[in-house]
């Protein structure tokens, strides 16, 4: 099996990517899925969160308010460290349980959708491809404008908090051009698609997970004999 990130710029198309990918039977693992899922109460990274910062994050439900959470590490940045040091390797983990899910299902290959893929950059090394979705400025100002009923300098204020698109690009293995028609946009998913089902890559990790299997086996048996004789 291999990894394919996938990643964006905010309101660039990515969502649109995946639910075209998804339809087309891809597995696809959201980081943003899971980064909310470890902060429930119940989790690791919840109880360590609320020990570095003390209950008053936390809502009458019992849940982190994370609008509370999110204005303290935004303005301090030893804070967000402190975050990112209690969150990232639960978020690691879990993302590792669900590849491995997805391995053992026989997946040739599982896309991680994570929206700060190179702005974190930890993450890339362990991808043997990069897909970036990408659509010009004027583009992606007008669309999220228009998704998040923003006025054009709260929409560049969020713009501005992310690596610009056109630097990601050099960044990345391969990218799709949302800026036209979501027609023009599924002709390019399906041509990764079908590049990405036809790739032998996958040959790599299954025979290192065979061999090893076998090895293993091989090892215990010899030490039965050994056992028995
Ligand atoms: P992201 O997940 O990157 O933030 P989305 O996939 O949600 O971006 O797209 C942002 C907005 O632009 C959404 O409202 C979506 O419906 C719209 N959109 C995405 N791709 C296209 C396209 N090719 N043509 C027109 N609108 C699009």
Known sequence: MFLVGLTGGIASGK???VAMLQELGCAVIDADVIARQVVQPGFLAYQRIVQAFGPEILMESGEINREALGSIVFSLPEKRQLLNSITHPEIQKEMLKQILKYFVLGYRYVILDIPLLFETNSLTRFMKL?????????TQLSRLMRRNGLTQA???ARIATQLPLDQKVKLADHVIDNSGSEEATQRQVLKLHSSLEDSLDFL???????TAVVGVG??????LQRLVS
């Open 15 to 17: 969502s649109t990517v």
């Open 130 to 138: 990069t897909v970036l979705v990408y659509c010009d400025p004027q």
């Open 154 to 156: 709260e929409a560049e």
């Open 204 to 210: 790599w990790v299954r025979f290192m997970a065979v």
């Open 218 to 223: 091989g090892l215990v048996c010899f030490l």
